[in-house]
């Protein structure tokens, strides 16, 4: 206790000097930082008259392609008529011959320039799209007798930094005292390294896996990747197999999948991309990214990650009748991906942000080469952070598939003041993915053709529709007298019928239906099918070449 003690004073005096010594430069600042978005639209007339407050009113938005770039506008009259430009802009160099002093500023404060006509004004800032509201100020010299007080600046300087030197003392503290506690929690599970070292892993049984994935640089230059065939297609995006070169000659590649965004879906391909940025994602039964892409010259937005050629749950489970195995192994690993996204913590013990999908469904989760799950496709997901206010958890709308969507979402009686809601409408939809896979084992006996959930009722379901069956009739996929023959299938029903019950707070968790998988895998142990068997043999040849 006392070396915990001496090391506690060691990183108190190390903060303290970095406090006193590392002065908030530019060159600190920029040093670390990711490439800004700003609004980016060529000269274009506007209704702005230099007063006031002004929207850009341009509607594109782009990645900078230099992190060292900053936001800019630029306006002027041209033959009386006000026009304006939005873009990136490195501040080392002059922007319409003027160099710019104020580009740390969160605001872009318009400001004259003189010297040249007589209505030309410039702003710049450095927070995420600030050149869309504009802010004319007078720009006339400061009254006499009144000097600049240095107080502010210094404040400025020094009180962010003491008050991230209290941050880090609290958090150092704070990760010092669960760290001790998840030790003895680790012992006690049994969980060591290794162990969390797999499941934490990139998808190293993936088509594409690479170790060095994850480092691709997606801020200086595009990747060497050349499209082959489209393999999906959704509501915001196309998905293509891709070849990603390796190396000088054409047959040193590996194959990627590519998800292509229009521009005009920038909101869907930023949500995804900073879903698969946060590193604590990562886990065996979510896709594995690779990296992103702003395709300015081809005005589209490019997401790069593993490529399974199995495809989707639904068209696997279209093909192939499974064992009772490959349930477990399919059904369990789904289990896994979707507790780990609702987690607060990764299996190793890290604090992460819980997310939950919103969109879960038997085409947005992919089939890997050991028959594993893992999920994709988070374009509606959502960080559910403990600050966020009922408010903007109202704002995330009513997404989702009609099929898929709880009652609760359905009705739009979802309840804001606690998140678990949300997660909870996740088990409600991967109840009925659940139930899809079942449907298909042949341990049940005979085995019909596949069909999705609630595919006697309709082929194609909207909200209206399913609010009848769901809600007032309180329907649920059909659970055939067959399911009870079996002692783990009937287990397994029971725990589908508890993920989807009408009352959201009745429904078990996600973590609940991993446990339950780990008993009911060993009730009986049954020979792979012959049908999944051969297409797994072929899986493993398709590895070796």
């Known amino acids: 206790m006392q070396n915990e003690s001496v090391y506690i004073y060691i990183y108190i005096y190390f903060s303290l000097s970095l406090c006193v010594f ?8 920029e040093g670390f930082k990711l490439a800004q978005v700003c609004r980016f639209c060529d000269i274009e007339f506007t209704a702005c008259n230099a007063t006031g407050v002004c929207e850009s009113s341009c509607n594109i938005t782009s990645i900078c392609e230099n992190p060292r770039e900053v936001c800019v506008s630029a306006w002027r009259r041209n033959k009386g008529k006000p026009i304006m430009e939005t873009m990136c802009h490195n501040p080392a160099l002059p922007f319409h011959g003027q160099y710019l002093k104020d580009y740390n500023n969160s605001v872009c404060l318009m400001k004259q320039v003189k010297g040249m006509e007589d209505d030309f004004y410039i702003c710049s800032c450095n927070q995420e799209e600030c050149n869309d509201k504009l802010f004319f100020t007078d720009v006339s010299a400061p009254a006499k007798g009144v000097e600049k007080n240095p107080l502010p600046v210094l404040l400025v300087s020094v009180v962010p930094a003491l008050i991230a030197v209290v941050v880090l003392l609290s958090a150092f503290y704070c990760y010092h005292v669960f760290h001790q506690q998840n030790l003895k929690a680790t012992k006690t599970k049994g969980i060591d390294s290794e162990t969390c070292a797999i499941i934490m892993s990139d998808d190293d ?19 060497p990747i050349q499209l082959d065939t489209i393999v999906g297609k959704g509501r915001f995006a ?15 590649f590996q194959m990627v999948a590519v998800k292509i965004f229009p521009y005009e879906e920038y909101t869907s391909w930023k949500t995804e991309w900073e879903i698969f940025s946060d590193a604590e994602l990562r886990h065996e039964n979510v896709l594995q990214f690779l990296t992103a892409e702003d395709r300015k010259a081809e005005r589209r937005y490019w997401l790069i990650t593993a490529y399974h050629e199995r495809g989707n749950l639904q068209e696997f489970l279209t093909e192939h009748v499974i064992g009772w195995d490959e349930l477990c192994r399919l059904g369990g690993s789904l289990a896994r991906g979707v507790a780990h996204l609702h987690a607060d913590r990764t299996p190793c013990g890290r604090p992460k942000v819980a997310i939950v999908h919103r969109d879960l469904k038997s085409v947005n989760v992919l089939v890997k080469s050991d028959l594993s799950c893992c999920l994709c496709d988070f374009g509606l997901s959502l960080r559910l952070h403990n600050f966020m206010t009922p408010e903007e958890l109202a704002n995330s709308g ?24 949300f997660k909870q409408a996740d088990v409600y939809s991967m109840a009925l993915v659940l139930w899809e896979i079942t449907s298909r084992c042949s341990a049940i006996g005979d085995v019909r053709e596949y069909e999705p959930p609630f595919g006697k009722l309709k082929d194609h379901l909207c909200v209206e529709s399913m609010k009848d069956d769901v809600i007032r009739d309180r329907l649920r996929p059909e659970i055939p007298a067959s399911w009870t023959n079996h002692a783990g299938v009937h287990l397994l029903s029971s725990t589908i019928e508890e993920c989807w019950d009408h009352d959201p707070e009745a429904r078990v968790t996600a973590q609940c239906v991993v446990e339950r998988f780990s008993e009911i895998s060993s009730v009986v142990i049954s020979p792979l099918s012959a049908d999944t068997k051969s297409a797994q043999d072929s899986g493993n040849d398709e590895e070796e070449i």
């Open 398 to 421: 009513q997404v989702g598939t009609a099929r898929y969507m709880a009652p609760e979402v359905l009705e739009s009686r979802m309840d804001l003041e606690n998140i678990e809601s």
């Open 22 to 29: 590392a002065v908030p430069t530019s060159e600190n600042k």
């Open 238 to 252: 196309e998905v293509y197999r891709a070849k990603l070169k390796q190396g000088a000659t054409d047959e040193s």
């Open 205 to 223: 049984r993936s088509d594409s896996s690479s170790a060095n994935a994850n480092s691709l640089n997606h801020n200086t230059e595009l990747l």
